[in-house]
């Protein structure tokens, strides 16, 4: 095999773990959406099958099957959680990070460059790049860190038209490293089955749904959970179709 197809075939490769990588983050986070969304009723339905009991006949044999009916089918639902849910996002529960001392516009340039293979290339769409942190360190998971930049760069190059420009600004803010993303939202260009896309059309629909306070696309669990990792915060505006829109990646520059 020749250089330049060992070269195509790497590029292939890495391409395919940052899919899965977020796939996989995407998952963990839908799960633990679940297994949250769920408690709250359940632990509610918990509460009132104990005020119910207090205020029905204790003579009353069905009255007591039902209670016990509703109480069994918590503690059924409460255990389904913990062996279904809670387990299975456990790889990711805890992020292990491998730190360095590694200068940002590394990772940066890492995450540009794949973004342009992923899909920037393929839909036309020009990057302003802001930048007055080209000489400074971070120390934290450049690989991990790349990765979030990269799915950032990915959804707003998925969310917005063919050719429209998107920003990718980078500075420093209160000892911390801010990267933010802009970008013009299109659902069209996310549903849009014709064009390039890179993430899987369950994820491009749900982040056009409408969000809750604080709540994210689904799509962009990764960087939050980077983020989150470093000490840091991720954080999503509010998505308008045809409205300016942003990601913004924030971590300390020195480890915590």
Known sequence: MSTFSHAVAASDERLAHLRAEVALFM??????????????????????????????????ASAQRALAGIRSGVEQQVKLLEDAVDKTRAETKSLPLARESFPISAAVERALADARLAIVEARGTPIEIQSSVDAQWCDGDRERLAQAIWTMLVFATEASAPGAAITLASSLENASWRVEVGYTASFAALSDAELPHAMEPFARSQAMQPREAGRIAWALALPQRVAAAHGGAFEQSVTVDGERASLVLRVPLTAR
Do not use: Q
């Not at 679940?34 to 205020?55: C, F, G, M, Q, T």
């Open 27 to 60: 998952r963990d986070h839908v799960l633990s959406l679940v297994s949250h969304d769920l408690r709250s009723p359940l632990n509610a339905i918990h509460s009132w099958a104990y005020v119910l009991e207090r205020k029905l006949d204790a003579t009353d």
